[in-house]
C-alpha cells in the first residue's frame, strides 16, 4: 500500500504543524512490510504520476474535491463551521472544505467530541470517522536548571508565570486572549506562539513569538501553571504536553477537554477567566502525569485507517445522527 501524505501543513508553526510532523515521523517508523509512505508538497501532480493507494491531507484545508483515489482527512476541530458568525469571510471556502470532506473514505478525528461535530455539521457517515488521539512529542519532558535558566535569559521570563501557549496570528474571541491580558491576576502572563501586529498590543502581557520544541519544553516547566481559555477544544495538544513538562493545567470547561484528560486537570466554568485565572495561580505540583497514548500508537491506528479507506467501497454521505459505530483506536490509560 503506497499512501501520499501532503506535508504541507507540517511547516505550519502552529497545531496542525505539529500534528503532521509528529505523525510523518511515527508513519515512517512504524510502516510494516508492504507499507509505503510518499511525504508530497504537490500532491494533485503526483498523484496523476505515479501509482499510489491513499492520500491523507493532514488538515481539513488540504482536503481535494476530486481525489483520484481514496482520501483520509483529518480534522482537529470545527470551531470555524460552528460559529460561522465569526468567519463570515470565508463562507464559500468553507462550503467547499465542506464537500471535500464529504467525499472522503475516512475522516480521523483526535477525540469523539470532535465525531460528534463532524457528523452533525459536516453531515458525514459514521462509518467514515475514525478516532485517532493526538500525544506529547518526545522533546516535551521535564527540563533542567541549566535550560530552565535559559528559556528565561532568553525571552526575559520572571520567576513565577502563568501561560497560555497557542497562535497569535489572528484574533480570535472563542481563546478570550484579550480577556484574559486585560483581567486582574497576582503573576505575569506569558503568551506563546507566532504573532502579528495586534497581539503587540495586548496590556501587559510577555510574548515570546515563535519558539522551538526544545524552548517550549523548558518554558512549559519554568511555569507556575498553564492555562486553556479557549471555550471550544478540539484535543488540547497544549495541556497533555505542559503535563508531561510535570506543569499543572487550568483549563475551561470543553467535551473534548473532559474526554482526553478526565481528572488531570482542573476545570472552570467556559468563558469564565476571573476563575480560570484564580485557579491558575493556585495549582499546586506535581502535576498527573499525561495520558499514556504515543505518536506511535495513533501512527498504528492510522496506517489500519488508511488500509480500510484503500478497501472501502465509495461512500455516499447522507446527514447521519451519532449512535454508534464510530471507530476508536484503543487507549492506553487515556
Known amino acids: 500500500m503506497r499512501v501520499a501524505f501532503d506535508c504541507r501543513a507540517s511547516e505550519d508553526p502552529e497545531g496542525v504543524g505539529r500534528y503532521s510532523r509528529c505523525l510523518l515521523a511515527a508513519l515512517a517508523g512504524t510502516a510494516a512490510a508492504g507499507e509505503e509512505l510518499i511525504q508530497t508538497r504537490r500532491p494533485t501532480a503526483l498523484l496523476r504520476s505515479r501509482g499510489v493507494d491513499v492520500l491523507h491531507a493532514p488538515w481539513m484545508a488540504g482536503a481535494m474535491l476530486h481525489s483520484p483515489c481514496p482520501m483520509v482527512v483529518t480534522i482537529h476541530d470545527l470551531g470555524a463551521l460552528k460559529r460561522r458568525s465569526e468567519h463570515l469571510h470565508g463562507g464559500l ?3 467547499l472544505r465542506r464537500l471535500a470532506v464529504q467525499r472522503a473514505a475516512r475522516v480521523i478525528v483526535p477525540t469523539r467530541a470532535v465525531a460528534r461535530d463532524a457528523i452533525r455539521h459536516l453531515g458525514l457517515a459514521r462509518e467514515q470517522v475514525a478516532v485517532i488521539p493526538e500525544a506529547a ?3 516535551m519532558y521535564r527540563r533542567g536548571e541549566r535550560d530552565v535558566a535559559a528559556a528565561r535569559a532568553r525571552f526575559a521570563l520572571p520567576e513565577r508565570f502563568l501561560l497560555w501557549v497557542g497562535g497569535l496570528r489572528h484574533p ?16 505575569p502572563l506569558v503568551l506563546v506562539g507566532s504573532t502579528r501586529p495586534w497581539a503587540h498590543e495586548l496590556p501587559d502581557v510577555i510574548l515570546t513569538g515563535e519558539v522551538s520544541d526544545d524552548q517550549l519544553a523548558a518554558i512549559y516547566t519554568a511555569a507556575h501553571a498553564l492555562m486553556l481559555s479557549s471555550s471550544d477544544e478540539g484535543f488540547g495538544l497544549s495541556a497533555v504536553e505542559a503535563l508531561a513538562c ?3 493545567v487550568v483549563a475551561c470547561d470543553a467535551p473534548a477537554l473532559r474526554e482526553v484528560l478526565g481528572e488531570r486537570v482542573t476545570f472552570v466554568p467556559a468563558g469564565d477567566v476571573a476563575a480560570l485565572i484564580a485557579a491558575a495561580q493556585a495549582a499546586r505540583r506535581p502535576a498527573p502525569a499525561p495520558p499514556r ?6 501512527a498504528r491506528a492510522t496506517w489500519g485507517v488508511y488500509a480500510r479507506a ?3 467501497p465509495k461512500l455516499s454521505t447522507p ?7 464510530i471507530e ?4 492506553s490509560d487515556q
Do not use: F, Q
Not at 319 to 325: E, H, M, N, S
Open 93 to 95: 471556502r468553507l462550503r
Open 137 to 139: 512529542d518526545a522533546s
Open 172 to 187: 480570535d474571541p472563542s481563546k478570550h486572549v484579550v480577556k484574559l491580558a486585560c483581567a486582574p491576576r497576582e503573576l
Open 246 to 248: 510535570g506543569t499543572p
Open 293 to 298: 497514548w504515543s505518536w506511535e500508537d495513533a
Open 310 to 312: 484503500a478497501a472501502a
Open 319 to 325: 446527514r447521519a445522527r451519532l449512535g454508534g459505530g
Open 328 to 331: 476508536r483506536a484503543a487507549l
